[in-house]
Each structure stands twice: as structure tokens, then as C-alpha cells.
Antibody
Framework: QVRLKESGPRLVQPSQTLSVTCTVSGFSVTSYHVSWVRQPPGKGLEWVGAIWKGGSTDYNSALKSRLSISRDTSKNQVFLKMNSLQTDDTGTYYC????????????WGQGVMVTVSS | DIVMTQSPSSLAVSAGETVTINCKSSQSLFGSVRQKNYLAWYQQKPGQSPKLLIYLASTRESGVPDRFIGSGSGTDFTLTISSVQAEDLANYYCQQYYDTPYTFGAGTKLELK
């Protein structure tokens, strides 16, 4: 069955770089698009970016200068890297699989809660 | 960017009531090629990941109870939950995937009266 699991540090210092890995099973990242969504504590959902099945990427314009999404197709993993972290980057980071023809987010990982603090 | 305006922000209901959540987009989400509205609804319970309820504005995801009904077209959309049950208490979000950046509504918190 389809599964996505995020892994990464729970605590990151301000100005440092966040690296989160999404390991997927039950589908190939070369056959389906994968996206990142984040959620500050007690707040709503924010689309971070996506890596399309062909390998190209799209980013939230507000984060684009600090953001990189990549993948390792041999390991079926997708990576999120965000630099120059600030306290308002604190939140839960989710990876999600997109539907093939109509790209709503049909499967989500459990998320990883990241706190930006010194 | 397409702005999604969701209302109300919170709703207090009793079990068995019917509730309506509204979502308005700043531009049409209707794709002329496939003749579909690129809007989804998600449910998020406390401590859980969001769950897809409705896609293409009105198509229920597999396994979603038929008391969840999505409707609307163009820029105005509605999620109706008929005969609310205790397990439906959650936050609900609309989301457009017509164009990137994909954007979400601010959410509606469904609470028990």
C-alpha cells in the first residue's frame, strides 16, 4: 500500500539549514508527483513546493530563494532543503503524493515537527 | 497567486445537524480542457495528517462517507456535511490545484455545541 514517511531533525538553530527526507513505498516517485506542505503550530496549511514525476520542481514563491526539492529515484526518496531558517519556519512538514491526472493530495505522510530555536 | 477565502472560520454544531462550509477562489478553477474544477477538500483531526475528502470539487475519495458532499463551480464552492457525527469534528480545508502555487483556505474548525 501507499506510504510516505518524513524524517529529519526536530530542532534546528536559526539561520541553519533544514533537511527533511520523505521515503515513499507503494509507488514510484518517477510515476507520481510528490509535494511538501507545512503547518505552523495551531495554524493552517501552506504549500511549500513539489517535484513532478519527470524531475522538474515548483516552489512557493515566498520560499523559493531558500528552498530546494530533489529526489533519489533509486531509493524512492524525496528531499526538502530550506536554508536561513527563522522562528516562523517552525511547524510540521508533510510530504504528500499527488493524484496522477488530478493533482490533489491523495496520500500524506505523518509529518515531522520542526522547531527553529536556539 | 490564487487566494482561497474560506468561511466560516469556526462552526459549533450538534450531532445530527447539517453544516455548510464555503470556499471562494480569487479566479476560476474551471479547467476548460478537461471541463473540471480543480478544487479539493481535506479533513484534519487533531494530531493527524490531513485526509483527502473530495477532489474535482464534487468527487468523493474512496471510503469517504456519502454524508460529505462537495459542490460548486468556477469560483464558489461548498462542502456540506449532512447529519454531522462526533467523528466529523475536525478542521476542514479547501485547496486549489488549478495552478501553482497551490493554495489552501485558512480552514474551518468544526466543534461540538
Amino acid at each position: 500500500q501507499v506510504r510516505l514517511k518524513e524524517s529529519g531533525p526536530r530542532l534546528v538553530q536559526p539561520s541553519q539549514t533544514l533537511s527533511v527526507t520523505c521515503t515513499v513505498s507503494g509507488f514510484s516517485v518517477t510515476s507520481y508527483h510528490v509535494s511538501w506542505v507545512r503547518q505552523p503550530p495551531g495554524k493552517g496549511l501552506e504549500w511549500v513546493g513539489a517535484i513532478w514525476k519527470g524531475g522538474s520542481t515548483d516552489y512557493n514563491s515566498a520560499l523559493k530563494s531558500r528552498l530546494s526539492i530533489s529526489r533519489d529515484t533509486s531509493k524512492n526518496q524525496v528531499f526538502l532543503k530550506m536554508n536561513s531558517l527563522q522562528t516562523d519556519d517552525t511547524g510540521t512538514y508533510y510530504c504528500a503524493k499527488l493524484g496522477l491526472y488530478y493533482p490533489s493530495f491523495d496520500y500524506w505522510g505523518q509529518g515531522v515537527m520542526v522547531t527553529v530555536s536556539s | 497567486d490564487i487566494v482561497m477565502t474560506q468561511s466560516p472560520s469556526s462552526l459549533a454544531v450538534s450531532a445530527g445537524e447539517t453544516v455548510t462550509i464555503n470556499c471562494k477562489s480569487s479566479q476560476s478553477l474551471f479547467g476548460s480542457v478537461r471541463q473540471k474544477n480543480y478544487l479539493a477538500w481535506y479533513q484534519q483531526k487533531p494530531g493527524q495528517s490531513p485526509k483527502l475528502l473530495i477532489y474535482l470539487a464534487s468527487t468523493r475519495e474512496s471510503g469517504v462517507p456519502d454524508r460529505f458532499i462537495g459542490s460548486g463551480s468556477g469560483t464558489d464552492f461548498t462542502l456540506t456535511i449532512s447529519s454531522v457525527q462526533a467523528e466529523d469534528l475536525a478542521n476542514y480545508y479547501c485547496q486549489q490545484y488549478y495552478d501553482t502555487p497551490y493554495t489552501f483556505g485558512a480552514g474551518t474548525k468544526l466543534e461540538l455545541k
